[in-house]
């Protein structure tokens, strides 16, 4: 970090800032020019706070050099993160499917798409007990009974289970849950990131519509720093400016991602597209572009969905996305 001086700054203030920094615990580097004077923050500058510097009176500017974030940061982490889910492997050079309704709406409904995805190679099945609907009138979810249909799906056709969490209080409920997942609504919900972080479950974390990549990572932080290293993350789509997608899939924030931490990406081009028969060619993308998995809606009767009906894909649909992907995946030179 580096701290830009006003011109003319008083000296008495420039002493006060000195001292100020010191006990920050990082290191200082004064230099002055002829022009500029600038003081370098040398160390662990990720628990500095740039808008006290910018506070002070002798200060015109500060920058950042390295990364407002540290756990996440591949600079200090530079082999691939691996999240252990049972015997699945996120993040291993594998690639890994993960599948299932939007919500989860009943029994029957939810164990017929738990062996169809398993049957077609998911490693992992997906369903919303509680669901973060725009509007309070549309279906909430089955909440505690789906939470508890998805645990005896998932333990009768032997696939771990992912799902949402809305709030910090429900963790005891989701004690038995693989893996949990933070919405993109939650994405700064910092408070139940910071519980997440106090237990060891792996988390998806879902980018939020409108967050940047740094701000993402950042929410990963979150968690990483109260000590729970399992973090995936999920690219799901963005807000802009269009309008005949959902969400734009922001495709290059695999490569980003990839590159700025250490952590395993996925994809979920289901509520990136919007509509289901974008969902394959997006997949694709998110292989070439360096993902290491999916995440895919799948319902037995999309026409009849509660939620995401548009996005979803039928059961057989799933099963022809699959020979897609795999068949991608082997081109890409990597195993599923
Ligand atoms: C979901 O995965 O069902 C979901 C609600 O996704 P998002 O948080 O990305 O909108
Ligand atoms: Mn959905």
């Known amino acids: 970090m580096v701290v830009i001086l006003k011109k003319n700054a008083d000296a008495g203030k420039i002493r006060a800032l000195l001292q100020q920094i010191d006990t920050l615990g990082v290191q200082t580097n004064y230099s002055e020019g002829t022009q500029t004077t600038v003081i370098g923050l040398i160390g662990d500058t990720s628990r500095v706070d740039m808008d006290t510097l910018l506070a002070n009176e002798a200060v015109e500017d500060v920058k950042r050099i390295t990364e407002p974030y540290k756990a996440a940061n591949r600079r200090f982490h530079p082999e691939d993160t691996v ?70 799906a998932g333990k009768a056709v032997g696939l771990p289970v992912v799902t949402e969490i809305m709030g910090e209080s429900q963790l005891d409920d989701f004690a038995d849950v693989d893996v949990i997942q933070v919405g993109a609504r939650n994405m700064q ?18 980018r939020g519509l409108s967050a940047t990549i740094e701000e993402f990572l950042m929410s990963a932080e979150y968690i990483m720093a109260g000590g729970n290293p399992n973090v995936i993350l999920c690219e799901r789509g963005i807000r802009t400016f269009e309008t005949m997608v959902r969400n734009n899939l922001d495709i290059s924030a695999v490569p980003l991602l990839k590159r700025q931490s250490h952590l395993p990406v996925i994809v979920d081009p289901s509520h990136a597209a919007g509509m289901a028969w974008m969902v394959e060619p997006l997949s694709r993308a998110a292989i070439a572009a360096g993902a290491d998995g999916l995440m895919i809606e799948v319902h037995n009767n999309p026409k009849a969905a509660l939620c995401d009906g548009a996005q979803s894909l039928d059961p057989e649909e799933f099963g022809r996305l699959m020979a897609s992907v795999t068949s991608r995946v082997a081109f890409e030179g990597r195993r599923m």
């Not at 299932?100 to 009943?106: A, D, H, N, Q």
């Not at 998911?122 to 249909?149: H, I, M």
């Not at 408070?191 to 997440?196: A, F, I, P, Q, T």
């Open 83 to 152: 999240v252990a889910v049972g015997d699945v492997r996120v993040g291993a050079g594998t690639f890994n499917v993960i599948a299932g309704p939007c919500s989860i709406e009943s029994e029957e409904q939810l164990t017929t798409v738990a062996r169809a995805v398993k049957e077609s190679g998911a490693k992992l099945l997906r369903g919303g007990a509680f669901k973060p609907r725009t509007s309070p009138y549309s279906f909430q979810g089955l909440e505690n009974e789906g939470l508890r249909l998805l645990l005896a």
């Open 189 to 206: 919900n910092f408070r139940l990131l910071k519980e997440l972080g106090r237990c060891r479950k792996p988390i998806l974390l879902k």
